[in-house]
């Protein structure tokens, strides 16, 4: 679904979500009620939300890179167990240097995603905001940060080795050297879902994170 929800980005193409794994909170209808969903569906039972995507963009080795993701980009380190060093600015704004095994910058849709499991809060995918959480930091201080949507991040490799790699959505885009610098932004391109009227996001974390109230 993430590859597709890039594939038509900025079109009005509308995506439907069937649940054929776990978690899933992009797919908002379990396989076994398809066919029912699609009888709503026909008749006109649904509802369009709009969610926004981020964009990376970098030159990497000397090579440009410019990647999109629905939910997240991840900055993290390769096969070796050891810490990455991070210098991050916002809007221009120097941050804070990390040491950690990765940063995540996630969209409200992506925060119920790898940032929700490193410790970053849920934030409702129609918030206006971005989450920048960091991977297991050797600063106890180091905590997810929530920013406002249209800032600009910047994030500056400074160790050599080991192996840094940039991610979008899980897929593997480029390694990254030291000295390479990566800003990551709201995209200008949105994707459509679809879901059934009647649900809701706070149904939604009822049930797929078993809160109170899901069997109600």
């Known amino acids: 679904m993430l590859r597709v929800a890039r594939e038509v980005a900025g079109s009005r193409t509308p ?7 776990g978690l899933g909170f992009l797919t908002a209808i379990p396989s076994s009620n398809l066919s029912q969903a699609l009888k709503r569906i026909w008749d006109s039972q649904f509802k369009f939300e709009s969610r926004v995507l ?9 090579v440009p890179v410019d990647q999109t993701a629905l939910n997240d980009i991840v900055i993290g380190r390769g096969v070796a167990s050891r810490l990455v060093e991070l210098d991050v600015s916002v809007d221009g704004d120097p941050l804070t240097r990390y040491r950690c095994d990765g940063l995540i910058v996630s969209s409200p849709t992506g925060s119920t995603a790898y940032s929700l499991a490193a410790g970053g809060a849920v934030v409702f995918p129609t918030a206006e905001v971005l989450a920048l959480t960091p991977i297991c930091p050797h ?3 180091n905590r997810s940060l929530i920013l406002p949507l249209n800032a ?3 994030v500056k490799i400074i160790n050599p080795k080991p192996a840094t790699i940039l991610s979008a959505d899980g897929q593997v885009v480029s390694e990254l050297a030291a000295g390479d610098q990566i800003t990551i932004r709201r995209s200008r391109r949105a994707v459509r879902l679809m879901h059934l009227e009647g649900s809701s996001f706070c149904e939604t974390l009822r049930c797929k994170l078993h809160w109170r109230g899901a069997t109600l």
């Open 152 to 154: 600009s991040i910047s």
């Open 15 to 21: 995506i439907l979500g069937v649940n054929i794994g």
């Open 54 to 62: 981020i964009q990376a963009t970098a030159h990497c080795s000397g």
């Open 139 to 141: 600063t106890l201080s």
